[in-house]
T-cell receptor, first 114, second 110 residues
Framework: NAGVTQTPKFRVLKTGQSMTLLCAQD?????MYWYRQDPGMGLRLIHYSVGEGTTAKGEVPDGYNVSRLKKQNFLLGLESAAPSQTSVYFC?????????????FGQGTRLTVV | KQEVTQIPAALSVPEGENLVLNCSFTDSAIYNLQWFRQDPGKGLTSLLL?????REQTSGRLNASLDKSSGRSTLYIAASQPGDSATYLCAAYNNNDMRFGAGTRLTVKP
């Protein structure tokens, strides 16, 4: 079982460059999330999606864009990377419904912006 | 807006001790709360999920409780071991989103 897969696992960007992080899940989950994790700050929600073609802002959306063109994929884009976006990015997915909606996480993408 | 707080931020205990980690949340209209473990430089491993209709869940030496009315969840670890050393995170589910606490960094000394 692949579960939630994030691509790439590591990346170094120069300030001003752009990139896209890919999250893919094979569990047919409706909900998908992007978080960033910085030292001592836990996980902060960037954007999320409740279904194909829908996205919504989380706690820290500035500087990021997302798209959910296919149910299994959730893309996170950085149009013009800044050093403040150096972080570890995690993607998660879970199924729709109030009961037993356990979240599954990818292994993370470590991004450094120099 | 849901806010999740975990206290203490760090905890160091001798091996064999029983311990409690705390998680509090501001919006009691949650319908699930999930506890995770994270080892340094690694991803998140799910430990326990408590549905809003439940008051506790158990897995091995772990027991998690949920009190929605007071906005609190606790994770009890019995007979701690050095292998339990990690950061423990709780996440509260509201409608569509999930919000995390900053975590408790646990060190169990041999």
């Amino acid at each position: 079982n692949a579960g939630v897969t994030q691509t790439p696992k590591f990346r170094v960007l120069k300030t001003g460059q752009s990139m896209t992080l890919l999250c893919a899940q094979d569990m047919n989950h409706e909900y998908m999330y992007w978080y960033r994790q910085d030292p001592g700050m836990g996980l902060r929600l960037i954007h999320y999606s409740v279904g194909e073609g829908t996205t919504a802002k989380g706690e820290v959306p500035d500087g990021y864009n997302v798209s959910r063109l296919k149910k299994q994929n959730f893309l996170l884009g950085l149009e013009s990377a800044a050093p403040s976006q150096t972080s570890v990015y995690f993607c998660a997915s879970r199924s729709f419904g109030r009961q037993r909606t356990e979240a599954f996480f990818g292994q993370g993408t470590r991004l450094t912006v120099v | 807006k849901q806010e999740v707080t975990q206290i203490p931020a760090a905890l160091s205990v001798p091996e064999g001790e029983n311990l409690v980690l705390n998680c509090s949340f501001t919006d009691s209209a949650i319908y699930n709360l999930q506890w995770f473990r994270q080892d340094p430089g690694k991803g998140l491993t799910s430990l326990l999920l408590i549905q809003s209709s439940q008051r506790e869940q158990t897995s091995g030496r772990l027991n998690a409780s949920l009190d929605k009315s007071s906005g609190r969840s606790t994770l009890y670890i019995a007979a701690s071991q050095p292998g339990d050393s990690a950061t423990y995170l709780c996440a509260a589910y509201n409608n569509n989103d999930m919000r995390f606490g900053a975590g408790t960094r646990l060190t169990v000394k041999p």
